[in-house]
T-cell receptor, first 111, second 117 residues
Framework: DAKTTQPPSMDCAEGRAANLPCNHS???????VYWYRQIHSQGPQYIIH???NNETNEMASLIITEDRKSSTLILPHATLRDTAVYYC????????????FGKGITLSVRP | GAVVSQHPSWVICKSGTSVKIECRSL??????MFWYRQFPKQSLMLMAT?????????EQGVEKDKFLINHASLTLSTLTVTSAHPEDSSFYIC?????????????FGPGTRLTVL
C-alpha cells in the first residue's frame, strides 16, 4: 500500500504557480519524501526530495510541514509541458530503497 | 547527468517468443537497477531489484523464470521476457541508482512498450 495520499487531479493556468499537496501522516523519522512526475508514455522524471527541511532546485520547491505529515510541491511558473502525473513517495534512504508508486495526481496546465 | 537509456523503445513479438530489453546508465555507474512494469491507466509496479554481479530479487508474484534479469556490469542490465504471452504486453521501465554520486535517487529510463500478439 502506498504511504501517501494525493488528490486525483488538479489544474492550473499557464504561468501561475501549481501547488501539489501530499499527505504522509505515517511517515517515520528515517523516511524521505520524493517527488517524481510522468509525462504520458515516458519514464518517470525525478523532481526533488527532502527529509524535513524545505528544498528548492531548478525545477520546483518542496515544502514539508514541521510535523512532516504532509508536504507541498510547488512549480513556480507552470507551463503546458508540466502537464503530467505527479507522484509523491516516501521511502527510506538506502541502496535498495524501493519506490512504491501510488496513483499520483494528474496536473493539467491550461493555456 | 544521470541519464538512463532503454532499448528498444518499443517491440512487437509473437506469442511464445522471448524478448530482451536493455537498460543502460550512460554517464554513471549503477550499483543498483530496478525493473518496473506499467499496465494502461495504472501506476508503476516494481518487478525486481538487481545489484551488479548478484542475482536479482523479485517482488512477490513476479515469476523469476519468466522474467530473467542479468546485471553483468555497472552500466547494463537486461530483462528477458521468456515465452511471452499477450498478458505480458505492458510498458517496461528500468531505473538506476548512481552509487558513485552518493545518492539514493532513482533515475528512470524512457521505457519499452512491449506488445505480444
Amino acid at each position: 500500500d502506498a504511504k501517501t495520499t494525493q488528490p486525483p487531479s488538479m489544474d492550473c493556468a499557464e504561468g501561475r504557480a501549481a501547488n501539489l499537496p501530499c499527505n504522509h501522516s505515517t511517515i517515520s523519522g528515517n523516511e524521505y519524501v520524493y517527488w517524481y512526475r510522468q509525462i504520458h508514455s515516458q519514464g518517470p522524471q525525478y523532481i526533488i526530495h527532502g527529509l524535513k527541511n524545505n528544498e528548492t532546485n531548478e525545477m520546483a520547491s518542496l515544502i514539508i510541514t514541521e510535523d512532516r505529515k504532509s508536504s507541498t510541491l510547488i512549480l513556480p511558473h507552470a507551463t503546458l509541458r508540466d502537464t503530467a502525473v505527479y507522484y509523491c513517495i516516501v521511502t527510506e534512504w538506502g541502496a535498495n530503497s524501493k519506490l512504491t508508486f501510488g496513483k499520483g495526481i494528474t496536473l493539467s496546465v491550461r493555456p | 547527468g544521470a541519464v538512463v537509456s532503454q532499448h528498444p523503445s518499443w517491440v512487437i513479438c509473437k506469442s511464445g517468443t522471448s524478448v530482451k530489453i536493455e537498460c543502460r546508465s550512460l554517464d554513471f555507474q549503477a550499483t543498483t537497477m530496478f525493473w518496473y512494469r506499467q499496465f494502461p491507466k495504472q501506476s508503476l509496479m516494481l518487478m525486481a531489484t538487481s545489484n551488479e554481479g548478484s542475482k536479482a530479487t523479485y517482488e512477490q508474484g513476479v515469476e523469476k523464470d519468466k522474467f530473467l534479469i542479468n546485471h553483468a556490469s555497472l552500466t547494463l542490465s537486461t530483462l528477458t521476457v521468456t515465452s511471452a504471452h499477450p498478458e505480458d504486453s505492458s510498458f517496461y521501465i528500468c531505473s538506476a541508482i548512481a552509487g558513485e554520486l552518493n545518492t539514493d535517487t532513482q533515475y528512470f529510463g524512457p521505457g519499452t512498450r512491449l506488445t505480444v500478439l
